[in-house]
């Protein structure tokens, strides 16, 4: 499990400000939910100390532009990140 200034750290490394080309979700089922997704290569998923911090990362990256993939107050404690089928820039 992962704190909220953790995965925020974490994301920022993977993204590199990029972050309209990037999707970010939060799901109870990881593996379901990558699979419904229909496996996505660029995926990355850290399990936050709860969902209540798994929420607070994902409203932390959608204002900064990142897209959310499903609800945006779904329940669940994986957040995770997937590069958009439609990056602006490579």
Known sequence: MASVAIIIQQIETTVRRKYADWLIG????SAERKAELGNPLNWVQWQADSPEDALNVLRHFS????????????AGDVVYILLSDNPSSR
Not at 26 to 29: E, Y
Not at 63 to 74: F, R
């Open 63 to 74: 204002v900064l532009g990142m897209q959310p993939s499903g609800s945006t107050t779904a």
């Open 26 to 29: 939060v799901t109870v089922d």
